[in-house]
C-alpha cells in the first residue's frame, strides 16, 4: 500500500507543479496554449491520481524503475518550482 501512495503522491506533486507554474499567467490574462495546456493537464493528474488512489481496492502501480522515476521527476520539480519563486 505505501507504493500505491508514494506512486500517486508524487503524481500528485507533479500535476500540482505543472498547474502552479502556469497559474500566474492565466491570472493576468496572457493565454497561450502551452499554459492553458499546462494549467488543464497538472489538473487533471491531480484529480485522476487522487480518484485512483481513493476509489481503486488495489490501485495500479508501476514496477520499483518505474515509481523511482515518477517520485525523483517530482521531487526535481517541486524544487525546480521553489528556486523559481525566489
Given at each position: 500500500?505505501?507504493?500505491?501512495l508514494?506512486?500517486?503522491?508524487?503524481?500528485?506533486?507533479?500535476?500540482?507543479v505543472?498547474?502552479?507554474?502556469?497559474?500566474?499567467?492565466?491570472i493576468?490574462?496572457?493565454?497561450s496554449?502551452?499554459?492553458?495546456?499546462m494549467?488543464v493537464?497538472?489538473?487533471?493528474?491531480?484529480?485522476?491520481?487522487t480518484?485512483?488512489?481513493?476509489?481503486?481496492?488495489?490501485p495500479?502501480?508501476?514496477?520499483?524503475?518505474?515509481l523511482v522515476?515518477?517520485?525523483?521527476f517530482?521531487?526535481?520539480?517541486?524544487?525546480?518550482w521553489?528556486?523559481?519563486?525566489?
Open positions: 500500500m505505501e507504493r500505491a508514494l506512486y500517486h503522491a508524487s503524481l500528485v506533486v507533479s500535476g500540482g505543472l498547474a502552479a507554474v502556469s497559474l500566474p499567467s492565466l493576468a490574462g496572457e493565454f496554449v502551452s499554459g492553458v495546456l494549467a493537464g497538472g489538473v487533471g493528474m491531480v484529480l485522476a491520481a480518484y485512483e488512489q481513493l476509489t481503486a481496492d488495489d495500479a502501480v508501476p514496477e520499483t524503475p518505474g522515476i515518477v517520485a525523483v517530482a521531487a526535481l520539480a517541486l524544487v525546480a521553489g528556486i523559481s519563486l525566489l
